[in-house]
């Protein structure tokens, strides 16, 4: 039963290799791509390699075109791992993810995710999570030791546990970090000691808040200036109501029994007077608030000495600081936290070693749990994979999981060991790493092998296969159509094949093929279905020349299949 949508929507390429212009929307399950040798049934593989940021030269470029465009697009709704990728590098563009690569004449490229400009390292990257590409030995992801490892964890149920080891790893690290941090200090040392206790001595006595400091410049201003101040008032004082006539309350008296007697001749005077006694009693308030002033204010030289003494301190330690005065107080508190810190730093660093302790054997302990259930599931899935390797053909082949203890002395987050796939394809050959099969063939039978036997565990769901079904045919190539076929019911499959019984088993078919227009040969490819699916198989089954016996029996392979 087909589970599958379609990860992979559309292709788009344009003017590369001997295609002229290929539009392709892509379904979920697994898609065939047949055609006539030559014809450049791999250029869509080719095409999906370069969008995951592989080398590109001129050749990438169709003769006589000034570059190669191509384009992928992809459906992220069962990818939030991706989608949080790209959200986290300013990617996303919600569900949809584009890729596209220019390739010019000349050699040079350019990428896009999203319509945004990227490297192909990150083209790479994003890719690499996308789909999975075998049968080039560069661009397979299983041939990574970490994403074997990987597999292994997944196959074997381990998240939690992985995610257990990978905490205590992270505690163990902020751990020693903080001890390196305390040790490039230099400890309790004691000449630093005793120079942040007597700076901040020194600050704790003298540093003032900015509101007191301010308070105490107001002060120095006041004092500074009280023999002018005492001055100006008494002068004041006698201009208002000294013993002089022209003193102003004599003269506001004077105006005002004029204006007495005018009221009688014109009582629209008594405005006038009644500001005038107004001003009069004002006047008076104001003479009364100088008296008192001066009755209570006096030079005082002692006060203005201090003052003045206490503000060049101030000045004199933040020029030493070199901060504003108002900012000693925080760098009095800053050396009271650096002092706590240094006195306090061996007995914290004493108490760190135990903390260190104590989170190593923590994570050993987990680790140690994960190496054992790393055991059990590689002890199940080489024999899994070595019963799927003989029936795709490699009858005598062995897989086995190897695990190795892992050089780092510190805690790692992936735990105590390393994995190694190791293959041996024929009876008697000596195991050797999955990464240095010679065979393009051999190695996308593998991988098919692995994928069927961790079936839904592979987090990519678009796998690309090319060379699979290489030196095989007969029964074997039925296998390999099923477990294609089976692979494609849980992920998006793509398989180039040249061989029928493969070809049958495709939940969708493309037909790949040459064509000549204005005296130049291109490529086109026409997805299949009905009868002209079954013309297809007849021909890879049967040549040039097609009977009604080679098409029955392409009916009777499309029927099995279960079309």
């Known amino acids: 039963m087909l589970t599958c949508a379609a990860m992979l929507t559309h292709l788009s390429v344009r003017d590369f290799a001997i295609v002229e212009s290929v539009e392709l929307t892509l379904g979920g399950g697994l898609t065939v791509v047949t055609g006539e040798t030559g014809a450049g049934k791999s250029l869509l593989v080719d095409a999906l390699l370069l969008l995951s940021g592989a080398r590109a030269d001129s050749a990438t470029v169709r003769a006589g075109a000034e570059r190669a465009e191509l384009a992928a697009g992809f459906d992220l709704s069962r990818l939030p791992a991706v989608r949080g990728w790209l959200a986290e590098n300013e990617l996303d563009d919600g569900d949809d993810c584009l890729l596209r690569r220019v390739v010019r004449a000349a050699g040079a490229s350019r990428a896009w995710i999203n319509g945004r400009p990227v490297t192909l390292q990150t083209l790479a990257a ?88 301010l308070a105490l410049e107001q002060e120095h201003h006041r004092l500074n200036h009280q023999d002018e101040t005492l001055a100006a008032c008494a002068a004041a004082r006698a201009l208002l109501d000294g013993d002089d006539e022209a003193a102003l309350l004599a003269g506001l008296a004077r105006v005002r029994n004029l204006l007495d007697r005018a009221v009688a001749g014109d009582p629209g005077l008594a405005t006038s007077l009644q500001s005038l006694a107004t001003a009069q009693l004002e006047l ?59 006195e306090g730093a061996d007995q914290r660093l004493a108490s760190l070693a135990g903390d260190l302790a104590q989170s190593r054997a923590s994570w050993l302990e987990a680790a140690t749990r994960l190496s054992a259930a790393r055991a059990r599931a590689a002890a199940r899935l080489g024999p899994e994979v070595t019963a799927l390797m003989a029936e795709l053909g490699m009858a005598g082949g062995r897989f086995d999981v190897v695990l190795e203890p892992a050089p780092a002395q510190a805690p790692d ?104 227009r204005g005296g130049r040969v291109g490529t086109a490819v026409t997805p299949l279905a009905g009868e002209a699916r079954v013309d297809e198989l007849a021909r890879m089954l049967g040549g040039v020349e097609i009977g009604a016996e080679t098409l029955a029996l392409a009916r009777q392979m499309l029927a099995a299949a279960g079309r």
């Not at 200090?185 to 007191?212: I, K, N, V, W, Y």
């Not at 030079?299 to 005065?325: C, G, I, Y």
Request: charged content about 25%.
């Open 126 to 213: 994003l890719a690499g999570q996308l789909v999975g590409i075998h049968g080039q030995h560069e661009h397979q992801a299983l041939l990574a030791r970490g994403s074997q490892l990987d597999l292994l964890d997944r196959h074997g149920g381990h998240p939690a546990l992985r995610a257990e080891v990978a905490a205590a790893a992270a505690h163990w690290q902020a751990l020693a970090r903080q001890c390196r941090a305390l040790e490039q200090r230099g400890g309790a040392d004691p000449d630093r000691l005793e120079l942040l206790r007597h700076h901040l001595s020194e600050l704790q006595s003298a540093a003032l808040p900015p509101e007191a400091l």
């Open 413 to 516: 987050a992936v735990g105590l060991e390393r994995c190694e796939f190791m293959v041996s394809a024929n009876p008697g050959q000596p195991p050797r790493p999955l990464r240095k099969v010679a065979s393009g063939g051999e190695l996308s039978r593998i991988a098919l092998a692995i994928e069927v036997a961790t079936l839904g565990e592979d987090p990519l769901q678009t796998m690309v296969f090319d060379e699979v079904d290489s030196g095989v045919g007969g029964a074997v190539a039925e296998i390999l159509g099923q477990k294609l076929r089976r692979l494609g019911d849980h992920a998006q499959v793509l398989c180039v094949t040249h061989l029928p019984q493969v070809a049958a088993q495709g939940h969708h078919h493309l037909s790949v093929s040459k064509r000549a």
């Open 284 to 342: 008076r308030e104001a003479v009364q608030a100088l008296d008192g002033y001066l009755d209570g204010a006096e030079s005082d030289p002692a006060r203005l000495a201090q003052v003045d003494a206490q503000l060049a301190r101030l000045h004199e330690l933040a020029r030493k600081h070199r901060v504003a005065p108002a900012a000693l107080v925080e760098q009095r508190d800053r050396l009271a936290a650096e002092l706590e810190a240094v």
